[in-house]
């Protein structure tokens, strides 16, 4: 079955998603006051003493979950673990988790506005994204694409 286009532009949403998250994540962690990423002054608002959690938030739910769900939209691979885990929702795991990380993005944005406001261009950007994941998913050929009961 050939894939639906919405498919290719949720993949590459996901890609550009990854790509951020690694970023940022790996330039938290290698420097956690903030300064790789001029948000040292960002620091005092979040009440916690560095960004080491925050970048691995975005290592591993920004950055490496979705090039995991990159891997299982583009083969469909059928693993147990990940297909129980997510058959309530009668799609396959990739595009369960991509509604998932979608909805978590668009989430760690609001916060993130509250708790710091939206003051750089990427935050802009990042929140279409997750808004853009959620509704390539949701395009119904997307869904028909991955629905895996009837």
């Known amino acids: 079955m050939k894939r639906p286009f919405g498919v290719w532009l949720l993949v590459a949403s996901l890609v550009f998603l990854a790509l951020g998250g690694l970023y940022g994540g790996i330039a938290m962690l290698a420097d956690p006051s903030g300064g790789l990423l001029q948000m040292g002054d960002v620091l005092p ?38 297909d129980r885990l997510f058959r ?17 993005l668009v989430i760690w944005l609001a916060v993130q506005g509250i708790m710091i406001g939206f003051k750089w261009p990427v935050q802009y950007v990042t929140a279409v994204i997750g808004v853009l994941i959620i509704l390539f998913a949701l395009i119904p050929s997307v869904r028909r694409f991955y629905r895996t009961s009837q």
């Open 45 to 82: 608002l979040l009440h916690i003493p560095n960004f080491i959690l925050p970048g691995l938030f975005l290592l591993f739910v920004m950055g490496l979950a979705p090039i995991l769900l990159t891997y299982g939209l583009l083969t469909r691979p059928q693993w147990p673990w990940l």
């Open 88 to 104: 309530c929702s009668g799609h396959h795991w990739s595009w369960t988790g991509s509604m998932i990380v979608g909805v978590v």
